[in-house]
């Protein structure tokens, strides 16, 4: 039963601070505030977790396990071109409901699609399994793509379309929109951009 009510408080401060970075950025909340919003006081937040970096970590790994697991359920998928689709259409869906706690992640220094940063071992982690199912899909496609570059540089490749892809959506404000994007990505690996 404590237990129990241990994980309800600490989900209530997760969720507090989520709307809180969300509505004031990082650097400009306090922890006060997030007490306040969980409807907690200070010190019982402070039970809980020693910073608001350490509210922050969590939430990213929750988030990273979350893209993990939906990334996995598409793993399975026969088509190896298929599945390449639904890996962009799952970040991108999974970028888009968490916009504004993406946009810190980033203004913090990180880069979700830069496969060679290891500040974060879970991240890191993270980064290799994507890279992993990336390239093995494309190996897997076999003469459905260009024989004359290893699976892993047409990874890198694919990275760097998503990439480019993210970082737009994020200078346009992370406005709606960037899911419609899959089919493009999509396109232009397979197909180049030359006029068709």
């Known amino acids: 039963m404590r237990e129990e009510s241990r994980a309800v408080y600490r989900q209530a401060i997760v969720e507090a601070a989520m709307r809180i970075f969300g509505q004031t950025g990082f650097h400009e909340t306090k922890i006060a505030d997030i007490a306040t919003e969980a409807g907690v006081a200070t010190g019982t937040l402070y039970n809980y977790f020693s910073s608001k970096e350490e509210i922050f970590q ?4 929750d988030g990273r396990a979350r893209l993990a697991a939906a990334l996995a359920q598409h793993a399975i998928v026969e088509d190896p071109l ?3 689709r639904e890996v962009v259409r799952v970040m991108f869906e999974f970028l888009e409901e968490h916009g504004v706690l993406f946009t810190i992640y980033m203004q913090l220094g990180a880069n979700p699609m830069d ?4 500040d974060d071992s879970g991240d890191e982690e993270f980064r290799q399994q994507l890279l992993g199912l990336i390239a093995g899909s ?3 496609a076999g003469d459905r793509v260009r024989g004359d570059f290893p699976a892993q540089t047409l990874a890198w490749v694919f990275g760097g379309l998503m990439h480019g892809a993210i970082t737009d959506w994020i200078v346009g404000g992370c406005q709606p929109g960037l899911r419609t994007k899959t089919d493009l990505i999509m396109e232009i690996f397979l197909n180049g951009a030359t006029p068709r």
């Open 82 to 84: 298929t599945r390449l």
């Open 138 to 140: 494309i190996a897997e």
């Open 58 to 61: 969590s939430i990213l790994e």
């Open 115 to 118: 496969f060679r940063r290891c």
